[in-house]
């Protein structure tokens, strides 16, 4: 299945923030062989993209304390998508490659999320204002990842959590250890199309379920059975959210 156009996914979709990543260039050389069996869901994968800028890294890691400023919200993403650009136009350079990105969450996930951090008893340092986000419309010139299973503080369940391969097998509850071959040792790939990132691996072995080339949910019919793998596996970091995730076309100037 092709990466679909952002038009088509965001009608159900409230934006969480943006941010600027490093390009795709840079990524598969941040991932060994032993990271990313012990890691991605889908091990055959020279990377993945995601929400988590421990997977992702940011490019403008400067700013990430500037709460105080408004800059930046709890989730140290982008309220304002101009302010974004200007800074990244000021503190980077276009040949970088750097790339802009948008993460949104479902409205049918959404309220759950806002309590999580704006009830009485959320902690002062993670209060999200929503109402200090600037979002523009995702037209057609940004270009829908996918979802990544993420905890509220977009830590990646897919691709950051331990999980590697066997824990989307369809038996939650047994243990198992991911033994990589000779075969699997990493390689220097080229990186996937943006316009062939298929849907090949099974999330379980009878439903059909599938993670793209960048280790992503890439059906919303698949996102429950996929939050449910998280919330089972990692207790700890329930709940789990369906961050969509767009990327601007363009690099950023």
């Not at 409230?14 to 091990?43: C, F, H, K, N, Q």
């Not at 220097?188 to 009878?206: G, I």
Request: glycine share 6%; hydrophobic share 35%.
């Amino acid at each position: 299945m092709d990466p679909a156009p952002a038009s088509n996914v965001k009608q159900n979709a409230v934006i969480i923030g943006y941010d600027l990543r490093i390009p795709l260039e840079g990524l598969p050389g941040l991932w060994s062989g032993e990271r990313i069996a012990t890691y991605l869901v889908r091990s055959d994968l020279p990377f993945a993209l995601s929400v988590d800028t421990n997977v992702w890294p940011k490019a403008l890691t400067d700013c990430i304390y500037e709460h105080e400023w408004g800059v930046l919200n709890g989730r140290e993403l982008w309220n304002d998508y101009e302010v974004l650009l200007s800074t990244a136009s000021r503190e980077t350079k276009k040949e970088d490659k750097n790339r802009v990105i948008c993460i949104t969450l479902e409205n049918a996930y959404f309220q759950q999320y806002k309590n999580l951090f704006n009830g009485t008893e959320a902690e002062p340092h993670w209060k999200f204002e929503f109402n200090d986000l600037k979002p523009i419309p995702l037209d057609d010139t940004w270009t829908f990842l996918g979802y990544d299973i993420a905890d509220a503080w977009l830590l990646s369940y897919l691709s950051n959590m331990g999980t590697g391969k066997s824990s989307f097998l369809s038996n939650p509850s047994k243990e198992k250890t991911l033994k990589r071959s000779s075969d699997h040792k990493r390689e220097l790939r080229s990186l996937p199309s943006l316009n062939k990132a298929k849907t090949c691996f099974p999330l379980s072995n009878s439903g059909g379920k599938a993670l793209n080339d960048f280790n992503l949910v890439s059906e919303y019919n698949d996102v429950p059975y996929a939050i449910e793998c998280a919330n089972t596996h990692a207790p700890e970091h329930a709940p789990f959210f369906p961050f969509g995730l767009f990327m601007k076309q363009e690099e950023a100037s």
